[in-house]
């Protein structure tokens, strides 16, 4: 069980478990691999750091596209070669390919192996109900919502997007104007998933995505101090590579962008310091 490796990139899916892979301390049993940010004909790309800056090859398959795993995995596998991918090196086969599932794998299934962070949970059993009722509308407005009107190749398909969205950011900002977190004032994984979206929504999805009625910067100032106390948080910033994370966007997805140019903002400036929420 220990012997697992999730591979990552730069999605703001698999960033989710990279974070709680860090803030549960399990640097030590699970390794982590980083594909490569542009996203090409055959999908995520392993480089070495020597090709990209930021990339970690896998060094267990030594495969080049995360495609090959699937198939190692499953040799009629049809659907898509999505990251993350959690991977488990002594059955040589994927464990899990879903986010929202590694996340909470992750927040328990090792803690007899990492004393420092036993028990402490991003799902806590009083807080559950809460949390997976904002989680639902959350992901079907927010993290979803922005590839819906991002990918969206009709402008009334366009036009019934975009409205939830900025309206789940509106309720969302209410929210952490009363509260220092999404759940009260305790830290869960309604955050961390959220944040990911949060993260990448100025410098990459306003543009991109064609989601700019409104900025983080300059219209929710909640959220704003919210994504900042985040990223502050120790290990949270290492996650984070604004480099991949633009270049990922705007140079892969060509239909979109067909220049692959690539927008100067890098968002707002998460480590500016902040003036903690009252209930803080
Ligand atoms: N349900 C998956 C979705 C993962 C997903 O859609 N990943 C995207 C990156 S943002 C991907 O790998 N896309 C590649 C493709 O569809 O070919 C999760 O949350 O883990």
Not at 72 to 89: C, I, M, Q, S
Request: with cysteine; charged share 25%; net charge negative.
């Amino acid at each position: 069980m220990i012997q697992t490796r999730p591979f990552l990139q730069k999605s703001k899916f698999a960033h989710r478990t990279a974070i709680v892979r860090a803030l549960k301390g399990l640097e030590d049993l699970i390794g982590l691999s980083v594909v490569d940010y542009l996203m090409g004909e055959k999908g995520w790309k392993f480089s070495t750091p020597e090709e990209q800056p930021g990339s970690i090859p896998d060094d267990i398959n030594n495969a080049q596209y995360i495609r090959e795993l699937y198939f190692k995995a499953n040799p009629n596998y049809e659907g898509r070669f999505t990251v993350p991918v959690l991977w488990d090196k002594k059955t040589q086969t994927i464990v899990n390919n879903e986010s929202s599932e590694i996340i909470r794998i992750f927040n328990d299934v090792f803690d007899d192996f990492t004393p420092a962070t036993k028990g402490k949970t991003y799902y806590p059993e009083h807080l559950r109900a809460q949390i997976d009722e904002i989680n639902e509308w959350i992901y079907d407005t927010v993290n979803n919502g922005v590839y819906k009107c991002g990918f969206a190749t009709t402008q009334e398909a366009y036009n019934r997007h975009i409205e939830p969205l900025f309206k789940s950011l509106d309720r969302l900002e209410e929210i952490l104007s009363k509260h220092e977190f999404l759940v009260g004032d305790t830290f869960t994984e309604a955050d961390i998933r959220l944040w990911t979206t949060i993260v990448r929504f100025d410098p990459v999805y306003h543009t991109h995505f064609k989601t700019n009625k409104k900025t983080i910067e300059h219209d929710y100032p909640n959220i704003l101090r919210w994504a900042r106390q985040i990223y502050q948080f120790p290990k949270i910033a290492d996650t984070v590579n604004m480099h991949h994370i633009k270049h990922h966007y705007f140079e892969s997805h060509k239909q979109i962008n067909p220049t692959g140019i690539v927008p100067i903002n890098d968002g707002p400036d998460l480590a500016h310091p902040i003036i903690k929420h009252k209930n803080a």
